[in-house]
């Protein structure tokens, strides 16, 4: 399934066009990719995964992806994108698991 913005001028679309000088075409491309990876990662509907890209919480993690980014990396590819949102959920799981096993 097709993963589409409802906010393409805010959320994680406006943030990735602004941070990243993305085109239109890579903003829905990264949309669609990233979107899978929220899908998959939080085992989400792809309506919910776009859900959450565009609101506030999408804003967040976009502007969160470039911790993940190359170093040096001014622009990102929609590759870099996806596999920078995998990394992020990776990240807060490790750190999830971390305070459960301290809990």
């Known amino acids: 399934m097709q993963i589409l913005t409802t906010n393409p001028e805010h959320g994680f679309s406006g943030t990735v066009r602004v941070n990243h000088g993305l085109s239109e075409s890579e903003v829905a491309a990264a949309f669609q990719a990233v979107g899978q990876v929220v899908s998959e990662c939080l085992t989400v509907s792809p309506l919910e995964a776009a859900a959450f890209l565009d609101s506030t919480y999408g804003r967040h993690?976009?502007?969160?992806?470039?911790?993940?980014?190359?170093?040096?990396?001014?622009?990102?590819?929609?590759?870099?994108?996806?596999?920078?949102?995998?990394?992020?959920?990776?990240?807060?799981?490790a750190i999830w698991k971390l305070q459960q096993s301290r809990a």
């Open 61 to 93: 993690f976009a502007d969160s992806l470039t911790h993940h980014l190359p170093a040096g990396a001014k622009l990102a590819t929609v590759e870099q994108l996806a596999v920078a949102a995998r990394a992020e959920f990776e990240a807060a799981e």
